[in-house]
């Protein structure tokens, strides 16, 4: 963890580096990133002095087109995946009461019999229209369901993050101050406990203290279109508080780290000479300085906020996009693993570039390459 | 247990609903001492029931591709949907099993029992306020038995071979004598929906105690009180909600901090301490529903009868039932048919662990080397460790058995009725017939055990259309003995249900018919406050 200061900023160094010279190359790629493409059609030249005036903007454009390439590979891969578990949507669904005759109903039914490469262009040509067809098991709209549960995924995800980055800062901040002191050590012991944890046994841990023993909590957490406000932050109490635990102290432990590389340096001494104190120096010179790494977690954390959450999901009976997901991959619902897969790959691209972008306004020098 | 004679003319419907559940998951599964004090409803019966209030269950089985169409549904929590907004022609008696009227007021056979004409009942309204018409009945059952339908009832209707209205009546015409059609009629999936359900499969509308407020596939599902039932002695709490709890853990925790009134599926490994909570009341019923251990018959090296009785000998049976089931469970004679079923061939020689007869017959087979056993928990819970057991309890009879653990996803696909020697797990049936016509008649589909006798299969047919019960049921022994000592099934257990409630709730039927009080827990018991 240590090391992570020094590793940290390297990667985001040498994106952004290695930033221009692929662009570059890019540009002599016709139609691969869409927006690239458009201005790629008039010229190489013209993208390179793009890149060389507004390098923000088409570091931005780049990396959209290229996470729609991504998406493709993505969604072709999910595909793949399907077709290569053991048995198809019909086999699955019927189970052991399958019969070769229903079997075979259903197969034709939802044109399981074609070739994979059909079906594929075929949902393809659906979802980029934004059809996402409807679900082979219970025959309801894909994009529907998708609207409740995502939205239930990202109600919960967005609670979590807000308590959770500015404790997680604040607390490695903290750290930071009292570093290898009595406050630091306990910060350290305690979130290091909550990580080691599996996160469904401090789930259990939470209900069983909370709702069961205390009974003060709402359990189960399932939120519904009935709800009020009040009512649904009264029921996702519990699970927050067990995701605010988890992804604590990976951002906590960063931080501190980060500020700590950064707080060696000979400015910070120089500010320590001018007599400043110690908080000041850490939250207005060091912080910023050391900003970079710690986007990235928060990032990676956020994003399995909102992906990685189906453990979380089951113990406090939420539902969310997780659960959903795991039931379509159980009877192989292709539509609604392919839409909910899509939608996970897309949150990981985007929150990764957020971070890149962010890390590279707080670093001008990120900007331009060496 | 003398407690079973009361049920020799039980037939009951107990079926299909634990299928899917091991498809898709390794769920955690509740069995129980089936006592004679837990099996009876007797002390609640006693008591005046008391309407009103708001009842919550949590239970297992919900997945966010449930559908909302009867004919469609598989899972434990769908099961327990449909019984509370739907009704049936025909239910069947919680404790005997027999078929007893519902939609269907009275039934009559032709002499052949090919042909039998049902009164409809008059005045029973749908949810929407339309009148319940005999026409609404005919296309229920066209639609469940249609060549393309994908009703989970299709294979129980297969022998219907006409349905029509007839004088206001409906006239079903079979294509071979049936004496157990009505209870055939009390599968779960066979709900009389509006027009049959051809306009809409998806509404929910029915006739049943509740209807549908609101449903969210996997997620919950509630109910308003039917004001219009045509029956007083259901729906007694106000209004119901189901929530999906797929997580063992969550459904204690919610039954024992008090926000949930009912669960079901208890780990058995749970029982115990879960029976410690002052609040908490455990309610166990047994079933129909076996564990087994399946070879066939026609693949070397089973094809020996002598091997597969040395595997039979082998098998600890009472160890697995205190292991696997955690003691509550019985042990089963390796013939798919226990005590609770009618006509059940009494005074057969209970097969026990027996090392020095297994060493016998598997010297006799002439067989070396290990026997391949593949398994997984999605066979039945606590499958693996059943084999483990089995592995231990067969070397003291010099069997070497091999273990080979399985991918639980797929395992009905790629395991199950295909390779020589697996776990599985059988619901029951509503009648012997149905059980021995589903998994040992030759030409079966789900002939798992690939056992094929021709004298068995003439035999079982005779039995179908014998009327005389006497005669039937030494038909029945017959078939028993035969599967029993030349059959490809090793059948080490039953399995019971076991669910918990709070002692707020009152009324809870035990129906041997199936878990959960066959289904019909919301609509029969009601809350003390």
């Known amino acids: ?35 690239a493409a458009a201005s790629g059609a008039i010229g190489g030249a013209f993208w390179r002095r793009f890149v060389f005036r507004r390098p923000l903007v088409a570091l931005i454009l780049q990396r959209l087109g290229l996470s729609v390439g991504l998406l493709f590979a993505v969604s072709l891969m999910i595909f793949g995946g399907i077709e290569a578990l053991p048995g198809d949507f019909a086999t699955t669904y019927l189970g052991q009461s399958a019969t070769p005759q229903a079997v075979e109903n259903i197969r034709k039914d939802l044109g399981l019999d074609r070739p994979w490469s059909e079906r594929y262009l075929t949902w393809l040509g659906g979802a980029v229209k934004g059809d996402f067809g409807t679900s082979w098991a219970s025959k309801n709209s894909v994009s529907e369901q998708i609207g409740k549960r995502l939205g239930n995924s990202l109600f919960l995800a967005f609670f979590a993050a807000l308590i959770s980055v500015p404790l997680a800062v604040g607390l490695g901040m903290l750290a930071v101050q009292f570093r290898n002191r009595l406050p630091d050590k306990i910060i350290n012991v305690i979130s290091l406990a909550a990580i080691s944890l599996p996160e469904f046994f401090i789930g259990y841990l939470l209900i069983l203290f909370f709702a069961v023993q205390l009974g003060v909590a709402t359990f189960p957490a399932t939120v519904y279109d009935s709800m009020t406000l009040t009512e649904r932050l009264s029921a996702i109490a519990l699970p927050v508080a067990t995701l605010v635990l988890v992804v604590l102290a990976h951002m906590m432990r960063m931080t501190r780290a980060a500020i700590l590389n950064v707080m060696s340096s ?9 007599g400043l104190g110690t908080f000041r120096i850490i939250a207005r010179h060091a912080a910023p300085n050391a900003v970079a790494p710690v986007i990235n977690v928060i990032a990676l954390n956020l994003a399995y906020l909102v992906v990685g959450v189906v453990v979380v999901e089951v113990v406090f009976v939420y539902p969310g996009m997780g659960q959903y997901m795991v039931d379509a991959v159980t009877v192989r619902d292709m539509p609604v693993v392919q839409a909910c897969g899509l939608i996970f790959a897309a949150f990981y691209i985007f929150l ?19 | 247990m003398s407690d079973y004679k009361d049920y020799l003319t039980r037939q009951v419907m107990l079926g299909k609903i634990n299928r899917r559940e091991f498809l898709g998951r390794a769920a955690a599964f509740g069995i129980a001492a089936s006592t004679a004090s837990t099996l009876f409803a007797v002390s609640a019966a006693a008591q005046e029931p008391k309407r009103g209030g708001h009842l919550k269950l949590g239970l297992e089985g919900a997945a966010a591709t449930d559908s909302k169409d009867p004919a469609k549904a598989l899972s434990q929590f769908l099961f327990v ?20 009227p519902a939609l269907a007021e009275s039934w009559e056979p032709s002499a052949d029992s090919m042909t039998w004409t049902f009164a409809i009942r008059k005045g029973v309204k749908f949810h929407d306020g339309k009148e319940l018409t005999v026409d609404d009945v005919v296309k229920t059952l066209q639609r469940h038995t249609d060549d393309k339908s994908e009703s989970g009832a299709l294979g129980v209707l297969k022998s219907i071979k006409e349905i029509k209205a007839d004088g206001g009546k409906l006239v079903l015409t079979l294509s071979e004598g049936n004496a157990d059609l009505p209870l055939l009629l009390s599968d779960y999936h066979l709900v009389i929906q509006p027009n049959g359900g051809m306009d809409n499969p998806d509404a929910m509308i029915g006739t049943g105690p509740y209807k549908v407020a609101s449903f969210e596939p996997g997620v919950r599902a509630t109910f308003e009180r039917n004001q219009d039932d045509w029956r007083t002695d259901r729906g007694y709490v106000d209004s119901v909600e189901l929530i999906a709890m797929n997580d063992a853990t969550a459904r204690i925790a ?15 490994k749970t029982v115990s301490l879960l029976k410690r909570a002052p609040t908490v009341e455990i309610l166990t019923t047994s079933g129909r529903g076996h564990y087994v251990f399946i070879m066939h018959c026609n693949t070397a090296p089973f094809d020996n009868n002598d091997l597969r009785m040395a595997l039979k000998l082998a098998i600890d049976r009472e160890t697995m039932v205190q292991r696997i089931l955690g003691g509550y469970g019985k042990i089963g004679n390796d013939f798919p048919i226990n005590d609770t079923y009618a006509l059940f061939p009494e005074g057969i020689e209970q097969r026990v662990y027996d090392p020095d007869k297994a ?20 066979a039945f819970p606590g499958a693996v460790d059943a084999a483990v057991l089995y592995q231990e309890s067969a070397k003291k009879a010099g069997i070497e058995i091999e273990v080979k653990r399985e991918p639980g996803d797929g395992y009905y696909t790629n395991v199950w009725n295909v390779q020589p020697f697996s776990t599985s797990y059988w619901g029951g049936r509503p009648t012997q017939d149905q059980m021995y016509s589903t998994a040992y008649l030759s030409n079966a589909d789900w002939n798992d055990t690939r056992f094929q006798r021709e004298d068995f299969d003439k035999l079982l047919l005779k039995a179908r259309a014998e009327l005389d019960e006497a005669k ?23 399995n019971d249900f ?12 035990h129906d041997i018919g199936n878990d959960m009080s066959n289904g019909y827990v919301a609509t029969r018991v009601w809350l003390d406050a």
């Open chain 2, 472 to 494: 039937r049921t030494d038909m029945y022994r017959t078939l028993a003995m035969m599967v029993r000592d030349e059959g490809g099934v090793i059948l080490p257990m039953f």
């Open chain 2, 81 to 100: 949907v449909i019984r509370t907004w739907g009704d049936l022609l025909v239910e069947s008696h919680p404790t005997t099993g027999a078929a007893v």
């Open chain 1, 1 to 35: 963890m240590e090391s992570g200061p020094i590793t940290g900023p390297v990667p985001t160094d040498g994106v952004a580096g290695e930033t221009l010279p692929r662009s570059a190359d890019l540009s002599g790629v016709p139609a691969k990133p869409n927006p």
């Open chain 1, 266 to 274: 000979a400015y910070v001494e120089t500010a320590e000479l001018k």
């Open chain 1, 352 to 370: 990764n570039m957020a971070a890149d972008i962010l890390a590279i306004l707080a670093n001008p020098r990120l900007r331009h390459p060496r």
């Open chain 2, 254 to 268: 919610a039954l024992s901090s008090g926000q949930v009134h009912f669960i079901n599926r208890i780990d058995p």
């Open chain 2, 359 to 378: 060493a016998f017959h598997y010297k006799k087979s002439g067989h070396s080397g290990p026997v391949l056993l593949r398994t997984s928990d999605v």
């Open chain 2, 498 to 509: 076991v669910n918990a409630s709070t002692k707020q709730v009152k009324g809870y039927v």
